[in-house]
């Protein structure tokens, strides 16, 4: 199966700051089958990104995903106070879909 | 609205079997599958199985196969996840999502304890 290695594991930043969050796949990941989650403490997770760069329905558009083969990256512009929470990547190419281990994004 | 509407929080003793209810509504309930995710208290996403619900096709992840059994019923638009031989480490949110290019709607949960 695909391993995903997430990182940093903490990303302390202050509200207006740029976030970088890493995803690297374990085996290159076809057509970029590669999915972006946040999950807030008590919620079930919301995707935003999907085809490693597509955002979802309603998702704003400081959230953009990029990368290819087994290296991934979702950066939000200008983080907003709702965005503090934890973020996973989900590969979708092949069987069993894996997720990362997840990325916190908390404030400094 | 999509909407996916779970079941409510179980209790069971080990050995036991529970089975967790997903009733879709908001768009063709035929023309997605579903998947359940499980979330352990403080852990990640575990991918647990999918279900086609147009052709009741599944695929299981090896860790449960032989302990679940996934399902669809059309006439009512809900999917369930039956888990057998439940264990202390079964203890966890169970969550049923909707394939599309990713998992586009979830259902809001359902904390399935197991203790003795």
């Known amino acids: 199966e695909i391993v995903l290695t997430q990182s940093p594991g903490t990303l302390s930043l202050s509200p207006g700051e740029r976030a970088t969050l890493s995803c690297r796949a374990s085996?290159?990941?076809?057509?970029?089958?590669l999915a972006w989650y946040q999950q807030n403490p008590g919620q079930a997770p919301r995707l935003l990104i999907y085809?490693?760069?597509s955002r979802a329905t309603g998702i704003p558009d400081r959230f953009s995903g990029s990368g290819s083969g087994t290296d991934f990256t979702l950066t939000i512009s200008r983080l907003e106070p709702e965005d503090f929470a934890l973020y996973y990547c989900?590969?979708?190419?092949?069987?069993?879909?894996?997720f990362g281990q997840g990325t916190k994004v908390d404030i400094k | 609205q999509v909407q996916l509407v779970q079941s409510g929080a179980e209790v069971k003793k080990p050995g036991a079997s529970v089975k967790v209810s997903c009733k879709a509504s908001?768009?063709?309930?035929?023309?997605?599958?579903i998947s359940w995710v499980r979330q352990a208290p403080g852990q990640g996403l575990e991918w647990m199985g999918w279900?086609?619900?147009?052709?009741?096709?599944?695929n299981y992840a090896q860790k449960f196969q032989g302990r679940v059994l996934m399902t669809t019923d059309t006439s009512t638009n809900t999917a369930s996840m039956e888990l057998r031989s439940l264990r202390s480490d079964d203890t966890a949110m169970y969550y049923c999502?909707?394939?599309?290019?990713?998992?586009?709607?979830w259902g809001q949960g359902t904390l399935v304890t197991v203790s003795s």
């Open positions: 999502a909707r394939e599309n290019g990713g998992y586009d709607y």
């Open positions: 908001g768009y063709t309930f035929t023309s997605y599958g």
């Open positions: 279900i086609s619900v147009y052709t009741g096709k599944t």
């Open positions: 085996q290159s990941i076809g057509s970029s089958f």
């Open positions: 085809g490693a760069s």
């Open positions: 989900q590969q979708y190419d092949s069987s069993p879909p894996t």
